[in-house]
């Protein structure tokens, strides 16, 4: 079936280090690949989206490329900040129904 | 513009009492999503609606879970003679179309049963 498998949290950085966040996925057929983001006391919002393999989704300075051979979509930023601080989920999405299968999160703490 | 809210944010219910939860998604959005996150994992899916049509229901855990959305707008999602393993927190999402990944999120309610 399909699933998401994210590495475990939390994973502490300090400010403008270098991020990657690891997503592997298993699916039938081609799904599209999302990464939301969910900062403390917020609900979750989606944060970039890539919907066909080597398609590279990208905001806020975050980035994650959909890597077929790998069954991969890593999110990676150059230097984070302190207000990067939140969970990340990795979700992928069947087109059946278009539900999202997710990850468990992982979270992320940056320190000044 | 206001987004996706729901109702109540907190609830504790004795084991076996019934409970209702309420979405009110973007006004306008047609399709409608609850999802259950447990304590440290991801949402799963629970049910689907398109307009006031479950076309999804495959994630209900049992059949004491139950969601309608009457008038393709506000939806209640209800749990009958609730127990422990349904603490979680329940989110809503909402989508301005049908057939669409672009889902909104409410801030859930979490449900303590005791």
């Known amino acids: 079936g399909n699933s998401v498998t994210q590495m475990e949290g939390p994973v502490t950085l300090s400010e403008e280090a270098f991020l990657t966040i690891n997503c592997t996925y298993t699916?039938?057929?081609?799904?599209?690949l999302f990464w939301y983001v969910q900062y403390p006391g917020e609900g979750l919002q989606l944060l970039l989206k890539a919907t066909k393999a080597d398609d590279k989704g990208s905001n806020k300075g975050f980035e994650a490329t959909y890597r077929k051979e790998t069954t991969s979509f890593h999110l990676e930023k150059g230097s984070v900040q302190v207000s990067d601080s939140a969970v990340y989920f990795c979700a992928l999405g069947r087109d059946s129904n278009y539900q999202l299968i997710w990850g468990a999160g992982t979270k992320l703490i940056i320190k000044p | 513009g206001a987004g996706v809210s729901q109702s109540p944010r907190y609830k504790v219910a004795k084991r076996g009492q019934d409970v209702a939860l309420r979405c009110d998604p973007i006004s306008g959005h047609v399709s409608l999503f609850w999802y259950q996150q447990a304590l440290g994992q991801g949402p799963e899916f629970l049910t689907y609606?398109?307009?006031?049509?479950?076309?999804?229901k495959s994630g209900l855990p049992s059949d004491r879970f139950f969601a309608e959305r009457p008038e393709g707008s506000v939806s209640t999602l209800k749990i009958q003679r609730t127990q422990q393993e349904d603490s979680a927190v329940y989110l809503c999402?909402?989508?301005?179309?049908?057939?669409?990944?672009?889902?909104?999120f409410g801030p859930g309610t979490r449900l303590t049963v005791t």
């Open positions: 699916a039938t057929g081609y799904p599209s």
């Open positions: 999402a909402s989508s301005p179309f049908g057939g669409t990944y672009e889902q909104y």
């Open positions: 609606f398109q307009n006031e049509a479950q076309l999804d």
